[in-house]
């Protein structure tokens, strides 16, 4: 019997901190960009518009018209943005957040 607890003890411990290594394992690798962009973004691009400047949506083809091509170049407006748009730094959002959401607003706003 008391054996048997000890195993169970074992056990229990070796399950919770296998969990606990990978929840933090997926929390560092994968970022739901959709869900960054909902927190950060979507309040003044909701559906990949602009509510304050509607000449400067999210659409591919009008980033391509005001020369956003690539994941790096929407980074680069969310690290410095042009007039009325929030800045974040790389406090608010890393570098690999920013990556999630740049690919996440190519991917899906077309
Ligand atoms: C407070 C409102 C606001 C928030 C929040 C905001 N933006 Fe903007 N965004 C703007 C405005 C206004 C512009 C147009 C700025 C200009 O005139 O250059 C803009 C422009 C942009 C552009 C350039 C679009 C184009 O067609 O040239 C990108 C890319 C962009 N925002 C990405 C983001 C991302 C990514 C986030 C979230 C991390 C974000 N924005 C959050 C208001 C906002």
Redesign the pocket.
């Known amino acids: 019997m008391k054996k048997a607890s000890v195993t169970t003890a074992l056990l229990l411990a070796v399950c919770l901190s296998a969990t606990t290594g990978f929840c933090d394992t997926r929390k560092g690798e994968k970022i739901n960009g959709k869900k960054e962009?909902a927190e950060?973004?979507a309040?003044?691009?909701p559906n990949g518009g602009?509510t304050?400047?509607s000449t400067?949506?999210?659409h591919r083809k009008?980033?391509k018209a005001?020369g956003?091509k690539s994941a790096k170049d929407?980074i680069a407006?969310?690290r410095n943005?042009?007039?009325?748009?929030?800045k974040?730094d790389e406090k608010t959002?890393s570098n690999k957040e920013a990556q999630a959401?740049?690919e996440y607003?190519l991917k899906t706003f077309k």
Not at 81 to 86: D, L
Request: net charge positive; charged share 5%; proline share 10%.
């Open positions: 962009f950060h973004c309040i003044c691009h602009n304050i400047n400067k949506p999210l009008a980033l005001n956003v929407i407006k969310m943005p042009g007039p009325s748009m929030t974040f959002i959401i740049a607003i």
